[in-house]
């Protein structure tokens, strides 16, 4: 059974940082390309980020380049993604995925995916 748990939301200010992690089970983790997307009451599901199985390279929406980082602990099954100079918009419930590969949508070609997390980002 696979399982998919995200932690490290919460309430922040703006220009603050935060960081989620996302601990997998019951899947080979190093096999799949892992990511982030999120949901905001609202708007459009939007992807985040996903980091390559492949090469470990990551890549970002525009929304957050230059602001979140992506990494991924294979030995941990483990993903984190650290957020900085978080802005209200980036206000949502953030879910952890695992894909194929990250030339899929990230917002809807998960595989596997979490409860998620929720960022409150107050202005």
């Known amino acids: 059974q696979v399982q998919v748990v995200e932690s490290g939301g919460g309430l922040v200010q703006a220009g603050e940082s935060l960081r989620l992690s996302c601990t997998t089970s019951g899947l080979t983790f190093e096999s799949y390309a892992m990511g982030w997307f999120r949901q905001a009451p609202g708007k459009e599901r939007e992807g985040v980020t996903c980091?390559?199985?492949?090469?470990?390279?990551?890549y970002y929406a525009d929304s957050v380049k230059g602001r979140f980082t992506a990494s991924r602990d294979n030995a941990k099954n483990t993903q984190y993604l650290q957020m900085n100079r978080l802005k209200p918009d980036d206000t949502a419930m953030y879910y952890c995925a695992a894909y194929d590969s990250c030339t899929v949508d990230w917002s809807d070609g998960y595989k596997y995916w979490g409860q998620g997390t929720q960022v409150t980002v107050s202005s």
């Open positions: 980091i390559s199985w492949a090469d470990g390279r990551a």
